[in-house]
């Protein structure tokens, strides 16, 4: 009897920080709901704005605006840009970040129908569903507030509005500041068609722009008297090309024509090409940029022109933290899917008919953990250099069915109505439960501490920046 007895005496305080644990998770998941409209506002607000990268002034101002009438205190122009900052809430340790983005694309401008209609021709559009990503990150964060304001919880709760993230990777100067130095763990999610835990390492990269300068002339009166800088720019782009058969499987090269001439009989004096590389991680990206660089000066030797290489930025794969991963997907199964009504299902086949893709609406599931691949596929985020100096947390939520072209008009128009607004709202949840165990679990920060160490294997940070403030006023 007195053994029985003290086995059930055990159990209950095994099960009480458990139950505790889920009660807190119960109330942040409550915040979450309460905040719905005003999340679902917040968001609509910043998809109308549609700013591009580090023209966020109104996206910025709505987000700090709502931070601050929660009882956040903002810091502004963090790493000397002005659509950067930081919400923070608490005192002390455990400092727990999670990211927030919130620039659009250029010329993705569309209204929310189920079909290609831009709202404004030629405008901005949230190809990549940023307006939901900083939105559903700060209502998790609020969340958690709540719960330390009430002293459920203790330490601090970090909100980062990062902007840029589209072209010039604003995190790479906040990382450069030193405002993610001292966080214990950072939340990220983004906006996918699947909902999953994220634990792929997506691939590195460096953004340069080359530019050609030469002399004009009439293109037909005196074309000898000329030199092309748009013939150093097609024999540079032909280089590339070229040298495309010889990279890696992981390797991707791209590029974008800015400037080759203004009519067609000037022999123009200017062109200029922006340049993005990528591979699987920096060490690989560094071998692809250096071959690249030869390839422009060769091209201005041939063509009898002068050249100019300025490097843009680049950034870090992912460093996966699968510890953290794992804690993250327990929440999401104890969740459940996303469930949607007949009507979103018909607006999501009508998005797929759009785009020629099979008519099978959204799947409602969680899909299961992966393993991390060692050849990673896909795209690039900032998010990796943030990774390679605290542990990092990745999430994507579903808001846009299966098949829908990213970075496209029809990813916009699902951020803009419900599909988009139940994923940002899966996503704060999501996360506002995840933060509760890494703010009272102790044990859980510190193996997801020892995994970031050993994965870092003595690697010292080092971050791909040019020298002066970030090019905030960029002419590229």
Not at 265 to 294: E, F, L, M
Not at 364 to 380: R, V, Y
Request: glycine fraction near 10%.
């Amino acid at each position: 009897m007195v053994i029985r007895s003290l086995s059930i005496a055990l159990l209950v305080l095994y099960l009480a920080p458990a139950a505790a644990q889920n009660e807190l998770k119960e109330k942040a998941a409550a915040s979450v709901d309460e905040q719905y409209v005003a999340l679902t506002e917040l968001s609509d607000k910043i998809w109308s704005y549609e700013e591009i990268a580090f023209r966020e002034t109104q996206s910025a101002a709505a987000l700090k605006a709502y931070a601050r009438a929660n009882g956040f205190t903002v810091t502004e122009n963090v790493g000397e840009m002005p659509t950067a900052f930081i919400a923070e809430y608490g005192s002390g340790k455990p400092i727990i970040g999670i990211l927030g983005e919130f620039d659009a694309l250029p010329g993705l401008s569309q209204a929310t129908v189920p079909e290609k209609q831009p709202l404004n021709e030629g405008g901005a559009g949230h190809g990549c569903g940023h307006n939901l990503f900083g939105t559903a990150s700060l209502g998790a964060a609020t969340a958690i507030k709540e719960l330390i304001e009430a002293g459920q919880l203790k330490g601090t709760i970090r909100f980062y509005g990062t902007p840029a993230e589209e072209k010039f990777f604003g995190k790479l100067w906040m990382v450069r500041a030193g405002v993610f130095d001292d966080v214990d763990v950072m939340m990220d999610w983004h906006p996918s068609a699947s909902t999953k835990v994220s634990v792929q390492t997506g691939l590195a990269l460096v953004d340069f722009v080359v530019e050609f300068k030469g002399q004009a002339a009439h293109a037909a009166a005196d074309p000898w008297n000329g030199r092309d800088a748009s013939d150093g720019l097609e024999l540079f782009t032909t280089g590339i090309n070229y040298y495309r058969e010889h990279v890696k499987p992981s390797v991707r090269i791209h590029y974008d024509i800015q400037n080759a001439g203004e009519v067609v009989n000037v022999v123009p004096d200017y062109a200029r090409v922006w340049t993005r590389v990528r591979d699987g991680d920096r060490q690989g990206v560094q071998v692809v940029y250096d071959q690249v660089k030869r390839i422009a000066e060769g091209a201005a030797m041939m063509a009898n022109v002068e050249y100019e290489l300025t490097l843009i930025s680049g950034i870090h794969e992912v460093l996966v933290n699968r510890t953290g991963a794992a804690a993250l997907q327990a929440n999401l199964e104890a969740m459940g899917p996303i469930t949607y009504t007949e009507a979103e299902q018909e607006f999501a086949k009508g998005i797929q008919a759009a785009v020629g893709k099979p008519e099978i609406g959204i799947e409602s599931k969680i899909e299961p953990l992966e393993e991390t691949q060692k050849t990673p596929s896909g795209g690039s985020t900032d998010v990796g250099d943030v990774s390679y100096v605290v542990p990092t947390i990745r999430l994507r939520a579903t808001t846009a069915p299966s098949g829908t072209p990213w970075h496209s008009w029809a990813v916009v128009a699902c951020g803009g109505m419900s599909i988009g607004h139940k994923g940002m709202k899966y996503a704060a949840e999501a996360m506002a439960r995840t933060m509760v165990d890494l703010f009272t679990d102790d044990d859980l920060r510190e193996e997801i501490r020892k995994e970031f160490v050993e994965d870092l294997d003595g690697y010292e940070y080092d971050g791909m920046v040019p020298a002066g403030p970030p090019p905030v006023d960029s002419r590229f």
